[in-house]
């Protein structure tokens, strides 16, 4: 024990070092995102995230948007406590049983036009946890998906890339769930 202590104290810790942050294209990145949500809305984009039931690894990396390195709100995008007041719905994990008359109210309650985002392999077709007693599978089982951003979990750099892609390329749905 004496001996583990004093080597916790004369070593660093045994981590790989962190890659340099390019904050420049960073910068670039999100405020296309938000240049692109202005011009298709004529305002910032409002993202609700809901989780369907994931293993919290890709809440994470869409909680490190808000973080002080990512610091998605000084572009203007924000998330929304309700899905009456967003633009995009960000889903993770595949669909459980439990969530997916949530998962439904919810998309139903987003006001048109509206995207909605798989985030992760997960809620792409239910990844490590398809075939779960418990999953009725990916979210696009359950609502109507634009935009896939695929990886286990994806890294805020690649959620930015999907949410300008999807800016770019989609106009946004108005036909309801069922
Ligand atoms: S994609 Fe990976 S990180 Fe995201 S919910 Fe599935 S297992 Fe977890």
């Known amino acids: ?7 916790s104290l004369t070593h660093g810790p045994l981590t790989e070092p962190a890659l340099a942050p390019d904050r420049a294209a ?5 405020k296309s995102v938000e240049r ?3 011009a298709k809305l004529g305002r910032t984009l409002s993202i609700r995230q809901v989780d369907a039931g994931s293993c919290n690894g890709c809440e994470l990396e869409i909680h490190a948007l808000s973080n002080a ?24 994990g595949p669909v ?3 969530m997916r008359e949530a998962l439904l109210r919810t998309y139903n ?3 048109d036009p509206k995207w909605v985002v798989a985030v ?4 792409a077709d239910g990844g490590i946890f398809a075939g779960s007693y418990a999953v009725t599978g990916g979210v696009k089982d359950v609502i109507p998906v634009d935009l896939h951003i695929r ?3 994806p890294s805020p750099t690649e959620l930015l890339k999907g949410l300008l892609a999807l800016l770019e390329t989609t106009s946004g749905r108005a036909a309801k769930a069922k």
């Open 1 to 7: 024990m004496r001996r583990t202590l004093l080597e």
């Open 26 to 30: 960073l910068a670039e990145l999100a």
């Open 36 to 38: 692109a949500a202005r």
């Open 69 to 92: 390195f990512y610091d998605l709100e000084r572009f203007g995008l924000r998330f929304a406590a309700s899905p009456r007041h967003a633009d995009v719905l960000l889903v993770t």
């Open 96 to 98: 459980t049983k439990n």
């Open 109 to 111: 309650a987003t006001p």
């Open 120 to 123: 992760g392999a997960c809620a």
């Open 151 to 153: 990886g286990c979990p």
